[in-house]
């Protein structure tokens, strides 16, 4: 499996991105996926993630009623729409995929095997 991140950029406060987790060959259809975060100077954080096993889904509280998760199969594509943008949200965005077919996501590094490169996300005005 080899992630691909793409969607980063530079944004006003207030403003939207949407980014792309993808795999040229493999689906995603039974990968939990995680979204993390790393801010220069700062630990690794869990951002979101998606179920494989239930289509649950969990949100750091910072981002929660502004980001959403979701799953295009078809596509073989997870996004992370973000809405509602701050400047604390700058960091390199990473998708990460869990190939244990948990019952549930989780927010920790520790859970993934396999990571992208990562997206850099700039919010500024």
């Known amino acids: 499996l080899q992630l691909v991140e793409s969607g980063g950029g530079l944004v006003q406060p207030g403003g939207s991105l949407r980014l792309s987790c993808s795999d040229s060959?493999?689906?995603?259809?039974?990968?939990?996926i995680g979204w993390f975060r790393q801010a220069p100077g700062k630990e690794r954080e869990g951002v979101s993630c998606l179920s494989a096993s239930d289509g649950s889904t969990s949100y750091v509280d910072s981002v929660k009623d502004r980001f959403t998760i979701s799953r295009d199969n078809a596509k073989k594509t997870v996004y992370l729409q973000m809405n509602n943008l701050k400047p604390e949200d700058t960091a390199i965005y990473f998708c990460?995929?869990?190939?244990?077919?948990?019952?549930?996501?989780?927010?920790?590094?520790?859970?993934?095997?396999?990571w992208g490169q990562g997206t850099q996300v700039t919010v500024s005005s």
């Open positions: 060959g493999d689906t995603l259809d039974y990968y939990t």
């Open positions: 990460a995929a869990d190939s244990h077919f948990p019952p549930a996501c989780f927010l920790t590094a520790q859970a993934y095997d396999y």
